[in-house]
């Protein structure tokens, strides 16, 4: 059979992370905090999954480059891969800078920002934006004369690396501070206090922060988030806040030429009332955490359900077909939307658990072709017409501890 290796990067990385928590734990440090691992694990799901369909198209991409536009003709040795890391980690620093920096950019990147915390599960949050828009920044690479081979393989090395580097739970690491991005330098990049905005953009080498006046030492302790917190869980919000804010202040900007400076400019010159006023038309005020033991075994065991299936389907997406992926992908996303939905206590998830439910009881019937599931679920849709009313207080009254959640 023709694996896919790179599904066992899922249970690698939960064991990273498991090992963090332990030795949080150990140190007495509360690095952890259920919602905003939940929500963490829920953009880099996403992001798994929808890399599955562009990851391909980025080879090709890349090899079409090379075969039509290289300067040169680049062979594999040992000092090319070394370029090719130096070079590569150089184009992740102007793209990083100018990730926040430009706010069309910004849009994209902000959401890698939002957790308050600052562990292994934040390495997760990356939206498949973002890597479409890092695909554009590293396309020199193929048209220096790389092979798109090792172009794509020097780009996992390095997402490996920055993995580790969103850890509270490692000091500063002695001379390798100034040589190396370590978890010192990451954690001021992620922080909010006024010192250390806008620093330490490098992912491998530090020296280019230096190089270029961007790097700041870790003193004080670090507060993580954005600069003006975005207080929600919801999947859906933290993928596409700034977005629709900065789509609202382009529709409000007057010429054609501001609106491409607003586009083009800093994230901070995006009016700051807009946020509020969209959180007042679509989002309600976030619930304090729930700590019933039934609520949150509920939501890990929807995300070991859906890491378990994308473990599977990654592992075995070359003999998944087409029809299947899609339902699939439409499965999972209902998920984290439904995860996010239900930290935050929203009276609609009972709707996304039926289309859940609807969207998985069609892939096990294409699946099997059994008539009978056919029956069921008509049986199923008259049951739900019928006692919807008494479903949902019993469904509220288990997760919540009350008939009714937070109204929404």
Known sequence: MQLNWLAYAIPLFLLLIGLEYWVSRAQRKTYFRFNESIANLNVGIAERLLDLFIAGATYVFYAWLHQRFALFEIRATIWSWVALLVMTDFVWYWYHRLGHEISLFWAAHVVHHQSEDFNYTVSARITVFQAIVRTGFWSVLPIIGFPAGMVVSILLVHGLYAFFLHTRTVGKLGWLEYVLVTPSHHRVHHAVNPQYLDKNYGDVFIFWDKLFGTFAEEQEEPVYGLTKPLNSYSFLWQQFHFLLELLVAVRRTPSVVAKIRLLFGRPDGVDAGIRAELESRLLQQ???????????????????????????????????????????????????????????????????????????????????????????????????????????????????????????
Do not use: C, D
Not at 294 to 311: A, C, E, H, S, T
């Open 286 to 408: 976030v619930p304090p955490a729930l700590n019933r033991g039934k609520f949150r075994g509920y939501v890990v065991g929807q995300l070991v359900g859906v890491l378990v299936l994308l473990f599977v389907f990654l592992l075995l997406e070359r003999y998944i077909p087409g029809w299947a992926q899609g339902l699939v992908a439409v499965f999972v996303l209902l998920t984290l939307i439904n995860m996010g939905a239900l930290l935050e206590q929203r009276r609609w998830v009972l709707h996304l658990e039926l289309a859940r439910l609807v969207v998985i009881w069609g892939l096990v019937y294409a699946v099997s072709g059994i008539q009978l599931l056919v029956v069921l679920a008509y049986i199923g849709g008259l049951s739900w017409w019928a006692y919807r009313a008494s479903i949902k207080r019993h469904y509220f009254q288990y997760l919540y501890g009350r008939v009714q959640p937070v109204p929404s």
